[in-house]
């Protein structure tokens, strides 16, 4: 069972038995029955869950990891790397361009001794910057700019530095990319994007090639108690099975979307690694099955982008990407990102992709004016 449809319908079920349901429900358990000198998998709610573990095989299968430790959020695994796996005189790449809260953790490793490099995700700048370092953490493609580097290549010059490699893998989940088979240590992510693809849930995980390392991680959310909740975590496990099918209509409406909105004078800067033209296309097509949801592009300035995301019907202004529903924003309406006022990042969701370019066509076309009145006018 090799393909990554089938994998992602089956990943982490138990074996079939008569009666037996397909998936196993939630198990809400805060304690279990335990006698005497502590022994089995399950102790104590905070240690372990069966629900977690289900989950965790599921990712795990897809991610190719061997081991894997959910979290609650994307952010929960984020800093269970970054703070857990470091210690004051180690050196940390971040990316400078990524998601902002990542450096905002940086900012807390810098203040216990640990010096953070920002940097773009560019292979020619990772190549300079991963030198001396010790952990070197990649998004890619980079939210919100959707820049693309060499996994494999940054991984082995990061090994060749004696350095931890990590993916942020939230924005190409692991049915788009493999970081693990790419040559990283850790694959790691938001499972509140597309993982989980319904914005009902927050969830986040780290996936390790190396069985030590998951060990090091599942320690450090045991001892400091970020655990998701047994719902989430089913929730989740319940969504990777249509994983590959939203993909791949997210795919041909993220590639739609990216060749009207490259038609379109008065949109500049459109950005979506699967668009052949791209600057990131060549690499992205290189270690990416599936490209992600969301594409990028920049209007004129705040009030035609205020107007555009007003203008549109059926997609929500949110600020997040990944899920089934359509959704954009004004990207500058929050800090630390290095973009233009009218920057766009807009996410495509399962729509029919005729409705969806219609909707957006219709709002270009009261905010930017139609054809008929550029021609006259
Ligand atoms: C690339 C990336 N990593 C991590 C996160 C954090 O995920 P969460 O909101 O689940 O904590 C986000 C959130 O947008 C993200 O875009």
Redesign the pocket.
């Known amino acids: 069972m090799t393909s990554d449809g089938t994998r992602a319908v089956h990943a982490g079920l138990p074996p079939a038995r008569p009666g037996g349901s397909f998936a196993a429900g939630p198990v809400f358990a805060a304690t279990y029955h335990l006698s005497g000198d502590p022994s089995g998998p399950y102790q104590y709610g905070r240690f372990a869950n069966p629900t977690w573990v289900g989950l965790e095989n599921a990712v795990g299968e897809l991610e190719e990891a061997a081991g894997t430790v959910v979290f609650p959020?994307?952010?929960?695994a984020?800093s269970a790397v970054l703070i857990g796996l470091t210690e004051p005189g180690d050196t940390v790449v971040l990316p400078s361009d990524?998601?902002p809260?990542?450096r905002g953790v940086g900012a807390h490793l810098a203040a216990r001794g640990v010096t953070v490099r920002p940097c773009r995700t560019d292979n020619e700048a990772l190549a300079e910057a991963v030198r001396g370092a010790t952990l070197v953490l990649l998004?890619s493609p980079s939210?919100p700019g959707l820049e693309v580097c060499d996994l494999a290549r940054v991984a082995e010059l990061a090994h060749s530095e004696g350095a931890l490699v990590a993916v942020?893998n939230?924005?190409a989940t692991p049915l788009g990319q493999r970081p693990l088979a790419l040559g990283a240590d850790i694959s790691l992510?938001?499972g509140?994007?597309a993982l989980t693809g319904h914005s009902d849930v927050?969830?986040?995980y780290v996936a390790a090639a190396d069985p030590a390392l998951a060990e090091r991680v599942r320690a450090w959310r045991t001892l400091t108690g970020g655990v998701p909740g047994p719902m989430e975590a089913w929730l989740a496990q319940r969504s990777l099975a249509t994983l590959q099918l939203r993909l791949e209509r997210q795919a041909a409406n993220a590639l739609a979307l990216a060749e009207l909105l490259a038609d379109r004078p008065g949109v500049t800067g459109v950005r979506h690694p699967g668009r052949p033209g791209d600057p990131a296309h060549a690499v992205a097509a290189a270690q990416m099955r599936y490209f992600g949801s969301v594409v990028a592009f920049v209007l004129p300035d705040q009030d035609t982008a205020e107007r555009f995301l007003g203008a549109l019907e059926l997609v929500f202004e949110s600020t997040?990407f990944g899920g089934v529903h359509s959704m954009a924003e004004r990207r500058g309406r929050w800090p630390g990102d290095d973009i233009p006022p009218g920057f766009i990042r807009f996410s495509v969701g399962c729509e029919d992709t005729a409705d969806l370019l219609a909707d957006v066509a219709q709002a270009l076309d009261k905010t930017l004016g139609t054809a008929a009145e550029r021609a006259d006018g």
């Not at 959020?73 to 929960?76: F, L, T």
């Open positions: 959020s994307g952010m929960a984020i990524g998601y809260a990542t998004e939210n942020d939230t924005l992510a938001s509140t994007k927050l969830l986040g997040s």
